[in-house]
């Protein structure tokens, strides 16, 4: 197929989701059910043509073509095929964009159509009944629609634009029971976190476009690889990396912004799938692996950094939790950690691939819990019981033998989340830790606290895992609910069976122990850094390697590194795998003898060690220390800057009004009483000569006579 | 003289108030509430009817606007233009006085114009429900419609300001007489505020007119025009100084910026709801449109020597606004009507934090912000009068639930809350984001800073947004609005609210996928102001030592 043909079905991909939104928020009320299957269907549609683009663009080859120019223009090469065109005009500056499809972007679209369709389809059991049901697949619409825009997007502004449209039907679909308080403050924390890391990334996005005066990836990369930097400076370089990366830091919920994720399980369960496991949250990591090539050493050992630092946090989280849903939503955060670390460590292959494998294990892991609490759900109520929690697992065990189909997946995806062999986990998580490993060798110092928090975290997670999985499935059923519980019909269990097949081998790699055999680290190559050369790592400089050809599938030379840290990541590659097999094992032993055969007693740890316990309960009282500092802190400078305003600010122009009118009193009387008076003191003065004179006049003749003589005679005196 | 359509069509985009205003106040009013109903429709689809036929002329003039003209400070490049002697004649003592008609249009102006003609129809279907002097209020409401047009289309100072004060006195009476229980304090607060800004005008506009010779706003650009030795004559001197600041007070209190802001949120909580959507869709446009229009541009050096301090107000309303905002939750009567004013204030500060920028992006993101901060405050304003129309509170304590009560409501509701959080696909956010992309290369840690605006933006408009919208509904709710069935016969939106909420709503997604409809208006101005500003700005920074 051409490369135009499949920019044309990427483009198709990108506005289908769009037509669902639209079709069942104008339409969804009036078709009633239906909605549900319209949605459905377009998706199943959009994973078609997504498999469509993702098979031809890893699998054949294209001629480099350049067609059209000035606004509009179509590249195609082995590398990606992209179109970009003038969005905003300003004439003096025009801000481009478009989308392309690489290697990366057809893969990432296979996962997230695929998850999509089968939540979706998963959903129309799972949500019957709902009142909003149609508005619920509108949602999912436009969630599909904004993810695969983060996918294709082949510039900032449109990978901002829809990180935002993420959030925000992340914010919608956790916040559907919006009934519930928990729920809709869940969405609105979901929502804040993310805006703070998102900040961070339009400050990143800010000084490229600062310094570049586009936001289009091969410009800026481009002109960082000819030595233009942002502000002449390795350091802005490396500030700019890391504003860009606190994007993922929000939006893969990576150390400190972790909190909003586990709240997020308040939403329905197949979103928690679909979004909060498989594909949004990854958008962090594939916003990582997407700019990776801008990340400077000191940028890549930040990222490494935040990633350890979270993969080992939230594992020890998920140890203590009994909500069925938070102990996989704190599974999520430490593996996204391992995403986040593996490319912080410089094995971009592997931490691309853990985020494919893991999306399909997790999202069945999230489904099977789905089933589990549809299933928990649907007992309660025929139970009349209103009661007991259907997410907590201390209700549930013996769900075995209720629901042997949900258990029998939900051990299979436990096993690949675990890193057993022959699954795909097991795959990408060893090729992770190798690169700890390699990475820490090449560095040394404090580099090997990497992949001591990476081991211990797979230890955890296979014990946590397991955990969840005797306590709930295993054992006697705790409560009468879990003793009424049944297995689930075709439509939930059929999305778990495709999900927990991927999570096989053999679709990766012939050889279930090494995936370096299999086709993926050949379609995901890691790309030439345009950092300057003394700013990288020396030992992840591709030496004496073509980098245009290992976009092809053919050309990768065997046993040809492609740079010494793959090299030392081969070494590594065994005694990694043998002892993550062990320190795995042993978590799986550890959770069969603590809570299956019962020879220890986590009771008794509980009571040695209650502040661990605690810390690791209360989640290392993040949200705590979170409300009381910079929630508390912001609101209190709200109120105090509400108050500034009422009393201060308007109390100084009351106070000017008051002035000015007192003022005015003052001048009134001034004039009432002063000037007023004055006129009146004369007006009185004249008026009292007059009164006296009044006496004078007195209407009598005889008085007027002697008046008049008396004048006479003082006349006659003064004129003689 | 004649415009290029063959009719004075600007004089008729003003004046046809007017002549609305006249035809409300000849509709006879009967004693009988039967006839006095029947004269109360009239005058409403009077109202309507002037309002729709300038919405028509405005959009005439959208379609036969030509971008490539520049206008701003060259007269023979704008457009529509109308020139002619209004007043002129010698006066003992003081002179010769020569005021002109002179009105025309280019980039900066068209928006505003549109913005004006749109709000101005919008905001009729919301006064369907005053009841109280019916004549006398649309006839203020046509008169300050005049007022308003007039301001963005004149060209002469004196006739701005002639128009600037016939916009005060029928905004004065529709929030004093109209308006809720602080009604007089309110309308007095807006009213000596605003006079306060007109002063300082006035002072520096009787100094310009002897400096230059001339009202025209367009002579005064040129620094050529100013006679020797006259007041504002050269450049930098403390006087031009002196003369900007007391223009930019003057137009940043009708911005409003912080700290000359506090009359807004009382004006907006007692105003009814159609003039709350006039006060914020329009009327503050017109502070930023004096700075561009007038303070701007005649004092550029100026503008290069108080650059900074332009740009920190900028930040500080932005993200002092945004705090009184958030605050609102826990301070005063938790009104719907103030957190969105002072949200407005935040918004606002954008658009001076993006006019600081003196880059393309940040002119056009400002003045692309007006046009966004007027449809979308506009349509939260009118979200607060619907429910304040059925419940008659807007305790922001009292709601929960609506979502489900009135979900076509809350449906349009969420189109415009997300624009104003800065949701992309929506208009707000391409203006505010280049904004912040021009105001970045000009000054990166203001810039920085006016980020949390974005952070606590969202998070007062969420918090809003669950308090009304989610959880459940109070019982007092859970009964039909009205129950005569008269005013809403359903709980959901009504007819004409939806004729008020839904042009709205597509103009803020039209634009928010599209923005070059608008922007292509404004590029050739705004590139033509910029580089027009350019050489001053430069030596205004100099000489303030940056």
């Given at each position: 197929?051409?490369?135009?043909?499949l920019i044309?079905?990427?483009?198709?991909i990108?506005?289908?989701?769009?037509?669902?939104?639209?079709?069942?928020?104008?339409?969804?009320?009036?078709?009633?059910?239906?909605?549900?299957?319209?949605?459905?269907?377009?998706?199943?549609?959009?994973?078609?043509?997504?498999?469509?683009?993702?098979?031809?663009?890893v699998f054949?080859?294209?001629?480099?073509?350049?067609?059209?120019?000035?606004?509009?223009?179509?590249?195609?090469?082995?590398?990606?095929?992209?179109?970009?065109?003038?969005?905003?005009?300003?004439?003096?500056?025009?801000?481009?964009v478009?989308?392309?499809?690489?290697?990366?972007?057809?893969?990432?679209?296979?996962?997230?159509?695929?998850i999509?369709?089968?939540?979706?389809?998963?959903?129309?059991?799972?949500?019957?009944?709902?009142?909003r049901?149609?508005?619920?697949?509108?949602?999912?619409?436009?969630?599909?629609f904004?993810?695969?825009?983060?996918v294709?997007?082949?510039?900032?502004?449109?990978?901002?634009?829809?990180?935002?449209?993420?959030?925000?039907s992340?914010?919608?679909?956790?916040?559907?029971?919006?009934e519930?308080?928990?729920?809709?403050?869940?969405?609105?924390?979901?929502?804040?976190?993310?805006?703070?890391?998102?900040?961070?990334?339009?400050i990143?996005?800010?000084?490229?476009y600062?310094?570049?005066?586009?936001?289009?990836f091969?410009?800026?990369?481009?002109?960082?690889?000819?030595?233009k930097?942002?502000?002449?400076s390795?350091?802005?370089?490396?500030?700019?990396?890391?504003f860009?990366?606190?994007g993922?830091?929000?939006?893969?919920?990576?150390?400190p912004?972790?909190?909003w994720?586990?709240?997020?399980?308040?939403?329905?369960?197949?979103?928690?799938?679909?979004?909060?496991a498989?594909?949004?949250?990854?958008?962090?990591v594939?916003?990582?692996?997407r700019?990776?090539?801008?990340?400077?050493?000191?940028a890549?050992?930040?990222i490494?950094?935040?990633?350890?630092?979270?993969?080992l946090?939230?594992?020890?989280?998920?140890?203590?939790?009994?909500?069925f849903k938070?102990?996989?939503?704190?599974?999520?955060?430490?593996?996204?950690?391992?995403?986040?670390?593996?490319?912080?460590?410089g094995?971009?292959t592997?931490?691309?691939?853990?985020?494919v494998?893991?999306?399909?294990?997790?999202?069945?892991?999230f489904?099977?819990s789905g089933?589990v609490i549809?299933?928990?759900?649907?007992?309660?109520?025929?139970?009349?019981?209103?009661?007991?929690?259907?997410?907590?697992?201390?209700n549930?065990?013996?769900?075995?033998?209720?629901?042997?189909?949900?258990?029998?997946?939900?051990?299979?995806?436990?096993?690949?989340?675990?890193?057993?062999?022959?699954?795909?986990?097991?795959?990408?998580?060893?090729?992770?830790?190798?690169?700890t490993?390699a990475?820490?060798?090449?560095?040394?110092?404090?580099?090997?606290?990497?992949p001591?928090?990476?081991?211990g975290?797979?230890?955890?997670?296979?014990?946590?895992?397991?955990?969840?999985?005797?306590?709930?499935?295993?054992?006697?059923?705790?409560?009468?609910?879990?003793?009424?519980?049944?297995?689930?019909?075709?439509?939930?269990?059929?999305?778990l069976?495709?999900?927990?097949?991927?999570?096989?081998?053999?679709?990766?790699?012939p050889?279930?122990?090494?995936?370096?055999?299999?086709w993926f680290?050949?379609?995901i190559?890691?790309?030439k850094?345009?950092?300057?050369?003394?700013?990288?790592?020396?030992?992840?400089?591709?030496?004496?390697?073509?980098?245009?050809?290992?976009?092809?599938?053919?050309?990768?030379?065997?046993?040809?590194?492609?740079?010494?840290?793959?090299?030392?990541?081969?070494?590594?590659?065994?005694?990694?795998?043998?002892?993550?097999?062990?320190?795995?094992?042993?978590?799986?032993?550890?959770?069969?003898?603590?809570y299956?055969?019962k020879?220890?007693?986590?009771?008794?740890?509980?009571?040695?060690?209650?502040?661990?316990?605690?810390?690791?309960?209360?989640?290392?009282?993040?949200?705590?220390?979170?409300?009381?500092?910079?929630?508390?802190?912001?609101?209190?400078?709200?109120?105090?800057?509400?108050?500034?305003?009422?009393?201060?600010?308007?109390?100084l122009v009351?106070g000017?009004a008051?002035?000015?009118?007192?003022?005015?009193?003052?001048?009134?009387?001034?004039?009432l009483?002063?000037i007023?008076?004055?006129?009146n003191?004369?007006?009185?003065?004249?008026g009292?000569?007059?009164s006296?004179?009044?006496?004078?006049?007195t209407?009598?003749?005889?008085?007027?006579?002697?008046?008049?003589?008396?004048?006479?005679?003082?006349?006659?005196?003064?004129?003689? | 003289?004649?415009?290029?359509?063959?009719?004075?069509?600007?004089?008729?985009?003003?004046?046809?108030p007017?002549?609305?205003?006249?035809?409300?106040?000849?509709?006879?009013?009967g004693?009988?509430?039967?006839?006095?109903?029947?004269?109360?429709?009239?005058?409403?689809?009077?109202?309507?009817?002037?309002?729709?036929?300038?919405?028509?002329?405005?959009?005439?003039?959208?379609?036969n606007?030509?971008?490539?003209?520049?206008?701003?400070?060259?007269?023979?490049?704008?457009?529509?233009v109308?020139?002619?002697?209004?007043?002129?004649?010698?006066?003992?003592?003081?002179?010769?006085?020569?005021?002109e008609?002179?009105?025309?249009i280019?980039?900066?102006s068209?928006?505003?114009?549109?913005?004006?003609?749109?709000?101005?129809?919008?905001?009729?279907?919301?006064?369907?429900v005053?009841?109280?002097a019916v004549?006398?209020?649309?006839?203020?409401?046509?008169?300050?419609?005049?007022?308003?047009?007039?301001?963005?289309v004149?060209?002469?100072?004196?006739?701005?300001?002639?128009?600037?004060?016939?916009?005060?006195?029928?905004?004065?009476?529709?929030?004093?007489?109209?308006?809720?229980?602080?009604?007089?304090?309110?309308?007095?607060?807006?009213?000596i505020?605003?006079?306060?800004?007109s002063?300082?005008?006035?002072?520096?506009?009787?100094?310009?007119?002897y400096?230059?010779?001339?009202?025209?706003?367009?002579?005064?650009?040129?620094?050529?025009?100013?006679?020797?030795?006259?007041?504002f004559?050269?450049?930098?001197?403390?006087i031009?100084?002196?003369?900007?600041m007391?223009?930019?007070?003057?137009?940043?209190?009708?911005?409003?910026?912080?700290?000359?802001?506090?009359?807004?949120?009382?004006?907006?909580?007692?105003?009814?709801?159609?003039?709350?959507?006039?006060?914020?869709?329009?009327?503050?446009?017109?502070?930023?449109?004096?700075?561009?229009r007038i303070a701007?541009?005649?004092?550029?050096?100026?503008?290069?020597?108080?650059?900074?301090?332009?740009?920190?107000?900028?930040?500080?309303?932005?993200?002092?606004?945004?705090?009184?905002?958030?605050?609102?939750?826990?301070?005063?009567q938790?009104?719907?009507?103030?957190?969105i004013?002072?949200s407005s204030?935040?918004?606002?500060?954008?658009?001076?934090?993006?006019l600081?920028?003196?880059?393309?992006e940040?002119?056009?993101?400002?003045?692309f912000?007006m046009?966004?901060?007027g449809?979308?405050?506009?349509?939260?304003f009118?979200?607060?009068?619907?429910?304040?129309?059925?419940?008659?509170?807007?305790?922001?304590?009292?709601?929960?639930?609506?979502?489900?009560?009135?979900?076509?409501?809350?449906?349009?509701?969420?189109?415009?809350?997300?624009?104003?959080?800065?949701?992309?696909?929506?208009?707000g956010?391409?203006?505010?984001?280049m904004?912040?992309?021009?105001?970045?290369?000009?000054?990166?840690?203001?810039?920085?800073?006016?980020?949390?605006?974005?952070?606590?933006?969202?998070?007062?408009?969420?918090?809003?947004?669950?308090?009304?919208?989610?959880?459940?509904?109070?019982?007092?709710?859970?009964?039909?609005?009205?129950?005569?069935?008269?005013?809403?016969?359903g709980d959901?939106?009504?007819?004409?609210?939806?004729?008020?909420?839904v042009?709205?709503?597509?103009?803020?997604?039209?634009?928010?996928?599209y923005?070059?409809?608008?922007?292509s208006?404004?590029?050739?101005?705004?590139?033509?102001?910029?580089?027009?500003?350019k050489?001053?700005?430069?030596?205004?920074?100099?000489?303030?030592?940056?």
């Open positions: 197929m051409s490369g135009v043909g044309t079905i990427a483009i198709l990108l506005l289908l989701p769009l037509v669902s939104f639209a079709a069942n928020i104008f339409f969804g009320k009036k078709i009633g059910r239906a909605s549900g299957i319209l949605a459905t269907s377009i998706l199943g549609l959009v994973l078609i043509l997504s498999t469509i683009v993702f098979y031809f663009k054949t080859n294209f001629t480099p073509t350049v067609i059209g120019s000035g606004n509009t223009l179509i590249e195609i090469s082995n590398k990606i095929l992209q179109i970009k065109f003038t969005w905003i005009d300003l004439q003096s500056v025009h801000f481009k478009g989308i392309g499809i690489d290697n990366l972007a057809a893969i990432m679209l296979v996962v997230v159509a695929l999509s369709f089968l939540v979706h389809l998963f959903s129309i059991e799972y949500m019957a009944g709902d009142p049901f149609s508005r619920y697949f509108a949602y999912l619409g436009l969630f599909t904004s993810m695969n825009g983060i294709l997007a082949n510039n900032f502004l449109f990978m901002y634009i829809f990180w935002e449209l993420v959030g925000i992340s914010y919608l679909l956790i916040g559907f029971w919006y519930k308080k928990s729920a809709a403050d869940a969405g609105k924390k979901a929502f804040l976190v993310n805006r703070v890391g998102d900040l961070g990334f339009f990143g996005i800010m000084i490229l600062f310094s570049y005066g586009t936001l289009l091969d410009d800026i990369f481009g002109s960082i690889a000819q030595g930097l942002p502000f002449d390795e350091s802005v370089l490396t500030l700019a990396g890391i860009v990366f606190c993922a830091i929000g939006k893969s919920a990576q150390f912004l972790h909190v994720l586990p709240d997020a399980m308040e939403g329905p369960t197949p979103v928690s799938a679909l979004i909060h498989a594909t949004m949250v990854a958008a962090g594939y916003l990582t692996a700019v990776y090539v801008m990340f400077t050493a000191s890549l050992s930040f490494a950094s935040i990633g350890a630092i979270t993969a946090l939230a594992a020890t989280i998920a140890l203590t939790q009994v909500d938070r102990v996989l939503a704190y599974s999520t955060v430490s593996q996204l950690g391992y995403m986040i670390m593996s490319l912080g460590v094995a971009y592997m931490g691309f691939f853990h985020l494998t893991h999306a399909w294990f997790k999202a069945a892991l489904l099977a089933s549809h299933a928990m759900h649907h007992a309660a109520h025929h139970l009349g019981d209103h009661h007991t929690d259907p997410q907590d697992i201390r549930m065990g013996g769900l075995r033998r209720t629901m042997p189909w949900t258990y029998r997946t939900f051990l299979f995806v436990t096993l690949a989340i675990s890193g057993v062999p022959l699954t795909s986990g097991f795959l990408s998580k060893d090729g992770i830790l190798a690169g490993l990475y820490a060798q090449l560095t040394g110092g404090w580099h090997w606290l990497i001591i928090a990476g081991f975290a797979a230890g955890l997670t296979a014990f946590y895992m397991f955990r969840l999985l005797i306590i709930s499935f295993h054992g006697t059923p705790k409560t009468e609910v879990a003793n009424h519980t049944k297995e689930n019909n075709w439509i939930i269990l059929l999305p069976f495709v999900l927990s097949i991927l999570s096989l081998w053999f679709f990766y790699s050889n279930p122990f090494d995936a370096h055999q299999g680290p050949k379609a190559v890691q790309p850094s345009v950092v300057p050369e003394e700013t990288q790592w020396e030992f992840l400089l591709i030496n004496g390697y073509n980098q245009e050809k290992s976009h092809g599938v053919a050309e990768r030379v065997p046993h040809h590194y492609l740079n010494e840290f793959e090299e030392a990541m081969h070494h590594a590659h065994y005694p990694a795998m043998i002892l993550s097999l062990i320190i795995a094992g042993s978590g799986i032993l550890f959770a069969f003898l603590f299956q055969f020879i220890l007693n986590p009771d008794t740890i509980v009571k040695q060690f209650p502040f661990l316990y605690n810390l690791s309960f209360r989640k290392w009282y993040f949200d705590e220390i979170y409300n009381a500092t910079v929630v508390a802190g912001t609101v209190g400078l709200a109120k105090i800057s509400a108050l500034f305003d009422l009393k201060v600010i308007d109390g009351n000017a008051w002035l000015t009118r007192n003022f005015g009193y003052f001048v009134g009387y001034f004039d009483y002063v007023d008076g004055l006129v003191l004369v007006a009185n003065v004249t009292f000569f007059g006296m004179v009044r006496y004078l006049q209407g009598r003749v005889q008085t007027y006579v002697a008046f008049g003589v008396f004048g006479l005679i003082l006349l006659i005196y003064f004129l003689l | 003289m004649q415009s290029s359509l063959g009719f004075p069509i600007l004089s008729w985009l003003v004046f046809l007017i002549i609305g205003m006249l035809l409300v106040l000849l509709v006879p009013v004693k009988d509430e039967r006839s006095r109903e029947i004269s109360h429709i009239i005058m409403r689809w009077i109202t309507v009817g002037i309002t729709f036929i300038q919405l028509v002329l405005a959009i005439v003039i959208y379609l606007y030509n971008k490539t003209l520049p206008g701003v400070n060259n007269a023979s490049t704008f457009q529509f109308e020139r002619a002697t209004w007043i002129e004649t010698n006066f003992p003592i003081i002179g010769h006085i020569k005021i008609y002179f009105l025309g280019d980039g900066l068209v928006p505003m114009v549109l913005l004006t003609a749109i709000v101005c129809f919008v905001a009729v279907f919301p006064s369907f005053i009841e109280k004549k006398g209020y649309f006839a203020m409401y046509l008169l300050l419609d005049t007022g308003m047009m007039g301001v963005f004149a060209l002469d100072f004196f006739l701005f300001y002639v128009f600037w004060e016939l916009m005060l006195l029928p905004m004065y009476f529709l929030i004093g007489i109209w308006g809720g229980p602080r009604k007089e304090y309110a309308a007095i607060k807006f009213f505020y605003t006079l306060v800004g002063v300082f005008m006035l002072l520096v506009m009787i100094g310009l007119y400096s230059v010779g001339s009202f025209s706003i367009l002579d005064m650009m040129n620094p050529e025009n100013f006679k020797p030795n006259s007041i004559a050269g450049m930098h001197t403390t031009r100084y002196v003369a900007f007391a223009l930019f007070i003057g137009f940043a209190i009708k911005v409003p910026s912080v700290p000359f802001h506090t009359w807004l949120p009382d004006a907006h909580v007692e105003a009814p709801t159609p003039i709350s959507v006039i006060l914020a869709g329009v009327l503050l446009k017109m502070g930023t449109y004096g700075m561009i701007f541009p005649i004092f550029p050096d100026a503008v290069g020597y108080f650059q900074s301090l332009i740009a920190w107000v900028g930040m500080i309303s932005i993200v002092y606004g945004a705090l009184c905002a958030l605050g609102q939750h826990r301070v005063g938790r009104d719907f009507k103030k957190l004013a002072y204030v935040s918004h606002m500060g954008y658009v001076v934090l993006g600081a920028s003196m880059r393309p940040g002119v056009s993101g400002a003045i912000q046009f966004n901060h449809t979308i405050t506009s349509m939260l009118m979200i607060v009068g619907v429910i304040y129309d059925r419940a008659h509170t807007r305790g922001l304590d009292e709601f929960g639930g609506l979502a489900n009560k009135m979900p076509v409501y809350t449906g349009i509701m969420m189109v415009a809350f997300f624009a104003a959080i800065g949701l992309p696909g929506l208009s956010f391409i203006s505010e984001a904004v912040f992309l021009g105001s970045f290369n000009t000054y990166p840690y203001l810039t920085i800073a006016s980020g949390l605006g974005i952070i606590l933006g969202a998070a007062y408009m969420l918090w809003a947004l669950q308090k009304v919208f989610f959880g459940k509904l109070p019982d007092r709710w859970n009964k039909p609005w009205d129950p005569t069935g008269r005013k809403f016969p959901d939106l009504i007819a004409r609210e939806y004729a008020a909420l042009p709205l709503a597509l103009i803020i997604i039209y634009l928010g996928v923005p070059n409809p608008m922007l208006l404004m590029n050739t101005s705004v590139n033509y102001f910029v580089e027009f500003m050489p001053y700005v430069l030596i205004g920074n100099f000489l303030s030592g940056m």
